[in-house]
């Protein structure tokens, strides 16, 4: 009876021990079938979201937000190619920053050309520079590039070393200029997409550079040696036709034989201000692959405002200066692309400005920086710039006391002092007065009293 109810507790101990195993095992398939659907459903997304992607002809593209400097998109965007006339994206930024547009200038021999686009300048026209730009950036006038270059820096190896000192300052690691204008077919005269985009993106945060590039069409007017002259626009997605863009801004076009169809454009579009560049490209391709970044880019990302251009980022202190603090601002502001359904609380930022700076100190200057971050991690930074100038000050500045407050203080001491000056004179005049006064009562009672006296002897009074 034992043995029959021990090998009955076996057989059940046996059956439970498979029942666990077999829901043990169906659990793990379970499990890996999940996975595997999961994981089938992160690569379907994964292809759905390369289906998505612009497919630009030319050799290498870029696509970036203009505010944030976030790349979108991007195709051999760090090898190096050749600009040809995408160079006067630089002469006009250093024409605008070096010269007054309403200056005049006499055009030299040395800019005289006739070939690819010009304007037929002569030697000894004379045009603003204001009219030379609008003739480089609208028509790409290869005789303006160059006499803006002389202009500026008297021949034209001297304003290309010019070109490739400030081609650094904007971050450009993979540029060369040889001439203002890009008519070369050398190649050391070069370029990348990702440096292409950053000297755009320079370019645009100037107002008059943008008012230039946007314009589809511009009139040279009559002077000295010629007779007006209109000249349209280069950028087809501006003017009217097949491949008019709407929103488009900018900016500029190119060819060369080395160089093929290229083209660096800019567009407002559902809340971005997106620059698409296309290299080596067809005639009018290079136009269709910039709109179609523009339209990926405007489908599937948002710009998104964290510090306003040219917002207020603080105080900070300056020593020996004539003020001892001055306000510090966000110049290009702080902005972050999100995917167009991301939640915009996963972006913050951080602004670090420096203790001090000493004095004479310029409008401009930078003092810190605004960090950006998306979920957590670092994603991007911004300038914060001072947003006036700042004489230095007196001797007393060094120890943060500005000069208005030592003027006042001394002012005010001064005036203490004079304050106390009156107050003592007209208390010493009024101690006189009480002086004079008493003695002349005293007076008084004795001319009373010998008068009473003289009075009583006349009467012959005994008392």
């Known amino acids: 009876m034992v043995k029959e109810l021990m090998k009955t507790d076996k057989m059940r101990s046996d059956t439970e021990l498979s029942a666990s195993l077999a829901k043990k095992l169906i659990a793990v398939l379970m499990a890996v079938m999940m996975f595997v659907c999961f ?244 005639n009018k391709q290079r136009f269709a692959d910039v709109a179609e970044m523009f339209d990926y880019g405007a489908a599937n990302y948002k710009s998104h405002e964290l510090i306003a251009k040219n917002a207020g980022t603080g105080k900070i202190k300056v020593k020996y200066g004539h003020n001892t603090s001055v306000d510090t601002i966000a110049p290009k502001g702080a902005y972050v692309t999100l995917p167009k359904n991301a939640d915009e609380s996963i972006a913050d930022t951080k602004i670090i400005i420096k203790d001090h700076v000493e004095a004479p100190i310029k409008k401009g200057t930078k003092v810190g920086t605004v960090e950006i971050y998306e979920d957590g991690k670092k994603t991007g930074e911004s300038d914060v710039v001072i947003s006036r100038s700042v004489k230095k000050g007196g001797p007393w500045t060094a120890l943060y006391i500005s000069d208005m407050t030592f003027y006042m203080a001394v002012a005010a001491a001064l005036l203490l002092i004079v304050l106390f000056i009156i107050f003592r004179v007209k208390v010493r005049r009024a101690r006189k007065r009480r002086e004079i006064e008493r003695r002349r009562a005293r007076e008084r009672k004795a001319m009373q009293i010998a008068m009473e006296r003289e009075d009583k002897k006349r009467r012959g009074w005994p008392y």
């Open 39 to 282: 994981d089938a459903s992160v690569l379907a997304a994964d292809n759905a979201d390369e289906g998505d992607l612009p497919q630009p002809q030319g050799e290498a593209a870029l696509l970036i937000d203009a505010d944030s400097g976030k790349i979108m998109y991007e195709k051999n965007s760090e090898q190096e190619m050749y600009p040809a006339s995408l160079t006067k994206m630089m002469t006009c930024i250093l024409a605008l920053e070096k010269l007054d547009l309403d200056q005049k200038i006499t055009i030299p021999a040395e800019a005289v050309f006739p070939t690819g686009n010009n304007v037929r300048l002569k030697e000894g026209e004379v045009l603003t520079v204001r009219q030379l730009l609008n003739a480089l950036m609208v028509y790409s006038a290869n005789d303006a590039a160059l006499a803006l270059a002389i202009e500026m820096s008297g021949s034209i190896e001297d304003f290309a070393k010019e070109m490739n000192k400030k081609a650094k300052e904007i971050g450009c690691t993979h540029t060369n200029y040889i001439n203002p204008n890009g008519f070369t077919n050398d190649p050391v005269h070069h370029t990348t997409a990702r440096d292409l985009a950053k000297i755009a993106q320079y370019g645009l945060e100037k107002k008059e550079f943008r008012k230039i590039v946007k314009k589809t069409q511009y009139t040279v007017p009559a002077d000295n040696k010629n007779p007006a002259r209109t000249v349209k626009s280069t950028n087809l997605l501006l003017r009217d036709g097949a491949l008019h863009y709407d929103g488009t801004i900018g900016v500029k076009t190119g060819f060369m034989a080395l160089s093929g169809y290229c083209f660096v454009g800019a567009c407002e579009k559902n809340g971005l201000t997106m620059i698409g560049v296309s290299l080596n490209s067809g």
